[in-house]
């Protein structure tokens, strides 16, 4: 790789975390007049409310790679088990202190081993997950949400996306994002994002002939 290619892919990195923080901003304050009953709302993450996967998101801004790795060891290579103890650890006494903690991770650069742009796909998506049960819409900018489906078409890690949508065309209706042969899967960037994530409710704003082959396959974890 050249030195011009070098700077240009630091330049990419850098520049994905505005809009973590932007993402991070946005939704601390669509949350920040709800009642107890919407922090006890079931999130579209199985077994989570919506209050948990705020906790779950502070979590993942509050690990650097040093931290990460030795939960992962403490927790004898269980992953699930280690995102449980960290939601645990940021989860507050009550809502407020929940949002507090998540308010204050805002600007943070810490992460797991994971590339940048993953931690922006991870705020959208889990942004998503919150936000549809509670009936709160984000537009969100579409070029914001071309990058994250441009990462998961290529990608498994943390969530399976590319193995989903293997064998099918995905066109987005807003934007400029394309991806794959095969049946046709057409709609909005975000619902594409959502679906290729396994949100399976996503697949009914999704039109197509591959769409019910990926509502199907939502099911994959």
Known sequence: ?????????????????????????ALATDLADLSDEQW??????????????????????????????????????????????????????TPTETRERFRHIVPSTTKPPLPAVA?????????????????????????????????????DLVVVAKGRIGGLQLVAADGPFAAGSGPLVSGTSLALVMAMTGRTTYCDDLEGDGVELLRGRCAIV
Not at 1 to 25: C, F, K, Q, Y
Not at 71 to 92: H, P, Y
């Open 119 to 155: 931690m922006l796909g991870e705020t959208i998506v889990h942004a998503e997950d919150i936000r549809r049960p509670l009936g709160i819409r984000r537009d969100y900018p579409i070029e914001t949400v071309t990058q994250v489906a441009e990462y998961y078409r290529g990608s």
């Open 40 to 93: 006890a709302t079931p999130s579209l993450c199985s077994g989570l409310t919506v209050r948990e996967v705020l906790a779950h998101l502070t979590a993942g801004a509050s690990l650097n790679a040093a931290r990460w790795l030795a939960g992962v060891i403490r927790c004898r290579f269980d992953f699930d088990k280690q995102v449980a103890m960290r939601l645990a650890e940021q989860l507050g006494a």
């Open 1 to 25: 790789m050249t030195d011009p290619e070098l700077a240009a892919g630091r330049s990419r990195r850098a520049g994905v975390w505005p809009l973590i923080h932007n993402e991070r901003a």
